[in-house]
């Protein structure tokens, strides 16, 4: 059985962990990706097949992005066409419509897999004006799309309950947690806790407001903290000369794009606490239940997030770490002060990590795909 993956970058760590699924349990694999030029490091399993569609795009250049669109969808077509998928499975709305191309047009047996990993702002946030109506075209788009799809995966439950529940059947929907491979992170060693404790940031770096935040905080209490921040994105330059320009270098250390397979256990291995604090003026922040958060339990490090999220509620319920205003840097120092204080408190959030982690590795869900797939 052919399974092709379809990403419009080069694909994430939870993209993945789905092909490494596929090609290690029987399904010739393949990947079909849109090279943008960002050159993120990224590892594949031997045994998948990859095309990669080169269209430089940087981050934000949706404008030129839609216009580069058909050329993605032309290219990729020829690539189906030879491949003859038994299951195309994409991430994000502009995959799912070279999907149902191919499918109306050369092989209306192909199933078709539609996964989400976080919600896009543009769907659940309201605008004004013209933003507005395109928002509403991209919804109108995407149930048009979803239609006849074959199988709808989300990462949040919450994603299916405030939107997807309205037009998608229940027996469509799976949910499976962002979780990290048991494999991968079997050999995490963690970090002894003396000196300095160190705040980790992991990811790809988009909310500036909330980055800063943690910056300016961290500042005052530069004797007893420092952070790490690893990862690109849209505001990691930005973030480079804050940090040059303020003199902040002294307790900041910033390590760049990084190869997940290769380097995130070893970025887990330098941090005591993990700091996954996003801007909940978007609507999909205080739906979405993060890739951080299940890292950080199974390396048994307290997590701080936003409140008023169900990634709050998350934590707050299982004891794994504390929350904060995103939007107010000072709400930051009565967590900073806790710890400093008793710095134990660490070990006392790690041990409620310790207790729900074996539930919280991705081959939990694992089988349960695996059988999706063998039925659609």
């Not at 995130?264 to 205080?286: A, Q, R």
Request: some cysteine.
């Amino acid at each position: 059985m052919n399974i092709v993956f379809m990403f419009p970058n080069e694909p994430n760590p939870r993209f993945t962990k789905r092909m490494k699924l596929t090609s290690q349990n029987g399904f010739r694999t393949y990947l079909i990706y849109w090279n943008r030029g960002v050159n993120t490091p990224f590892t594949l399993p031997e045994n998948v097949v990859t095309f990669s569609v080169n269209l430089p795009v940087r981050l934000g250049e949706r404008k030129k992005k839609f216009f580069l669109l058909p050329v993605f969808l032309y290219k990729s077509l020829k690539r189906l066409i030879k491949i003859k998928p038994d299951i195309i499975h994409v991430g994000l709305i502009d995959m799912l419509f070279v999907a149902k191309v191919y499918k109306f047009i050369f092989n209306k047996n192909v199933k078709i897999v539609y996964e989400i990993g976080d919600l896009p702002k543009f769907i659940i946030n309201k605008y004004s004006g013209f933003k507005e109506h395109l928002r509403k075209f991209i919804i109108f788009l995407e149930k048009k799309l979803t239609k006849d799809i074959n199988l709808l995966i989300l990462t949040s439950p919450y994603f299916w309950s405030d939107y997807y529940e309205e037009f998608i059947s229940k027996d469509k929907y799976l949910y499976i947690a962002n979780a990290p491979s048991k494999e991968l992170f079997g050999n995490f060693q963690k970090k002894e806790l003396k000196g300095k404790i160190v705040i980790g940031y992991v990811g790809f770096l988009r909310y500036k407001k909330q980055i800063l935040n943690l910056i300016e905080a961290t500042r005052e209490y530069k004797d007893v903290f420092e952070l790490y921040i690893a990862g690109e994105g849209p505001d990691a330059e930005e973030i480079r000369q804050y940090i040059i320009e303020t003199k902040a270098s002294d307790f900041i250390k910033m390590s760049g794009a990084y190869n997940y397979i290769e380097d995130i256990v070893g970025i887990y291995e330098k941090i005591d606490i993990v700091y996954s604090v996003y801007d909940t003026t978007f609507e999909n922040v205080k739906l979405a239940l993060p890739n951080k958060l299940y890292e950080a339990i199974v390396c048994e490090l307290p997590i701080i997030v936003a409140k008023n999220t169900q990634l709050e509620k998350f934590v707050l319920d299982y004891e794994i770490g504390f929350s904060v205003d995103d939007q107010d840097m000072e709400d930051l120092f009565p967590v900073l002060e806790m710890i400093k204080r008793n710095p134990l408190v660490i070990t006392e959030k790690s041990k409620k990590c310790s207790d729900i982690k074996q539930s919280n590795y991705v081959e939990e869900y694992n089988e349960k795909l695996l059988n999706r797939y063998k039925c659609l």
